[in-house]
């Protein structure tokens, strides 16, 4: 049976349709993965040669003075992308994987970015997690929607029917034909995507991997309950399109509304702002006001006297730092509501397996907005034990051979986020099997 529902599926003008649409789209993705990690290599590359030719450049000019020497130079924090980032580049493309910052006010650094094309950002990377969650659902629908009604159409149904004892099983059978097929394509660009872009098989590969094919279980679970229903071929493929619109692009977009609207964000913009304000503000004050706060923050800088008649830098750092300070509150209170929102999309989409797909994938990968919070922690912390290396030196006006520069390189910052096996598997398979067992209570009424 299984060799005959095979031919004839091979025969069928769909199967060299999909077979090519599948395969050519799944490459390029692949090479556009690839191009990504290239693009990346590349700024790496650059970052690195910048701040050791920067060095170089800015001591020739200001050897005397290190409080104005590191006024300008950048030292570089580096979020350097895994080679799996490349199948589901997520959120990477709009937050920087590295960061250049000076010693001065970090709040009102720490949310630059390059520019990018608005209408590119827009479309999104069709990288392979997209072709996963967008297009083999796709290909799948086209393959399953008249499995039963195209039988039924032609004319053929009642002769099959009269052949066989076991109708379910037969369309059953049919079913598996194509879900095999399209398991075959998912497997061959999974791999292909480990060698091409050099991804090893570890603990995150299976994840998405399964991932993917728990993805392609539900829809499969899906296409055969709209086919169990025993209708048209018109009402299935409306349907079955009719669903993966509601749950590709509506469903997440209403989430999405309702996070923005609910927890609404103070701009990185009116952070910068208070940060700038709370440093300006203070040339018209007491040097002391300055002082007391930084003093506060920092006692071990006591000892460092601060001239009222002259300019001095542990008075300017210090106002840097207050102006830091200004902007901390508002800092906080944006990333908690970033927070919030990534843990309400994230519980929505445990009932919504697109959404938790497309999730899992950037989880995964370590491309998602919790990483990138985790990455400007790091840079905090990077910040801070920049400003604690170099304060004393500056404050006691050591000229800047003082320091060791070749020291001072790029430092690269390394994720490992944890995730768990059950929250990762379970909803989708849940939703799965109670889709796939509707459709198989309604085959058997055949």
């Not at 000019?61 to 799996?84: A, E, Q, S, V, W």
């Not at 050591?398 to 379970?426: C, E, G, Q």
Request: proline share 3%; hydrophobic share 50%; aromatic share 14%.
């Amino acid at each position: 049976m299984y060799s005959l529902l095979f031919k004839s599926f091979f025969r069928s003008k769909i199967f060299l349709v999909s077979l090519v649409l599948l395969v050519t789209v799944g490459i390029i993705s692949i090479l556009i993965g690839k191009q990504y990690l290239v693009k990346q290599e590349k700024a790496i590359v650059a970052a690195q040669e910048f701040q050791e030719e920067s060095i170089k450049r800015n001591l020739e000019y200001h050897n005397d003075d290190l409080g104005l020497l590191l006024y300008y130079l950048r030292f570089t924090l580096i979020k350097k992308p895994t080679n799996i980032s490349a199948i589901s580049i997520g959120q990477s493309d709009v937050n920087p994987l590295l960061q250049a910052v000076t010693i001065r006010g970090l709040e009102g650094q720490k949310y630059d970015t390059d520019f990018e094309n608005p209408s590119l950002l827009m479309s999104g990377n069709l990288d392979l997690g997209f072709v996963i969650i967008y297009l083999f659902p796709l290909v799948l629908i086209a393959m399953t929607f008249n499995l039963y009604s195209e039988e039924k159409e032609l004319g053929t149904w009642r002769i099959l029917a009269a052949q066989t004892s076991e109708k379910a099983g037969f369309l059953f059978k049919k079913l598996m034909v194509r879900i095999g097929f399209v398991f075959i394509i998912l497997l061959f660009l999974m791999f292909m995507a480990s060698m091409l872009l050099q991804i090893p098989m570890n603990q995150n590969f299976w994840a998405i991997f399964l991932q993917g094919i728990l993805y392609v279980l539900f829809w499969s679970a899906l296409c055969l309950w709209i086919v169990s229903l025993l209708k048209n071929s018109s009402f299935n493929a409306l349907a079955l399109i009719s669903i993966w619109v509601v749950l590709t692009i509506l469903l997440p977009a209403m989430v999405n509304n309702y996070v923005l609207n609910r927890y609404q964000v103070p701009e990185a913009l009116n952070t910068m702002v208070e940060q700038r304000d709370g440093y300006h503000e203070k040339w018209d004050l007491e040097k002391d006001a300055t002082m007391t706060g930084f003093y506060e923050a920092y006692p071990q800088y006591k000892k460092y006297t601060v001239p009222e008649d002259k300019f001095s830098w542990i008075w300017y750092y210090g106002m840097q730092h207050m102006g830091d300070l200004a902007a901390k509150n508002t800092s906080a209170e944006m990333i908690e509501k970033i927070m919030l929102r990534n843990t309400v999309s994230e519980k929505v989409a445990l009932f919504i397996p697109t959404m938790h797909a497309q999730l899992s994938f950037n989880n995964v990968t370590g491309t998602d907005m919790v990483s990138h919070l985790n990455f400007l922690k790091a840079l905090t912390e990077y910040h801070e034990n920049l400003r604690l290396h170099f304060y004393p030196k500056i404050f006691e006006n050591n000229p800047a051979d003082v320091i060791d520069w070749k020291t001072h390189h790029t430092t690269f910052y390394s994720s490992k986020r944890d995730f768990s096996w059950m929250r990762l598997m379970l909803p989708t398979l849940l939703i799965m099997l109670i889709i796939g067992t509707l459709g198989m209570l309604n085959l058997r009424k055949l």
